[in-house]
């Protein structure tokens, strides 16, 4: 069983950057995709950005697009998501998820998310 931990929300000022970091307990399969999404309060559930097994193809969600960069370390199960630039807004819960085929409501892996807050 595969356990994901995301890390490094927080509360940090419009312009600002952050990387929010996703570990693994346990071997995530091979061919399995990581992504990221977020949640609003009272919204549903947003895809961010996604990364392929080998890390080459990456594709990521038009409001962060140029922004944010995800990134991933299949030698120490990790995955992360450097974010620059943000934007303000309300708090956000940013997830980590994992599978071979990844949408807002299915994975075979979800975290249980880490909470970004971009205000002044």
């Known amino acids: 069983q595969v356990q994901l931990v995301e890390s490094g929300g927080g509360l940090v000022q419009p312009g600002d950057s952050l990387r929010l970091s996703c570990s693994a307990s346990?071997?995530?399969?091979?061919?399995?995709?990581m992504a990221w999404f977020r949640q609003f309060p009272g919204k549903e559930r947003d895809f961010v950005a996604s990364?392929?097994?080998?890390?080459?193809?990456?594709y990521y969600n038009d409001s962060v697009e140029g922004r944010f960069t995800i990134s991933r370390d299949n030698a120490k199960n990790t995955v992360s998501l450097k974010m620059n630039r943000l934007k303000p807004a309300e708090p956000a819960v940013y997830y980590c998820a994992a599978g071979r085929s990844i949408t807002a409501t299915t994975a075979d892996y979800w975290g249980q998310g880490t909470q970004v807050t971009v205000s002044s």
């Open positions: 346990g071997h995530i399969p091979e061919r399995y995709a």
């Open positions: 990364i392929n097994w080998s890390g080459i193809n990456t």
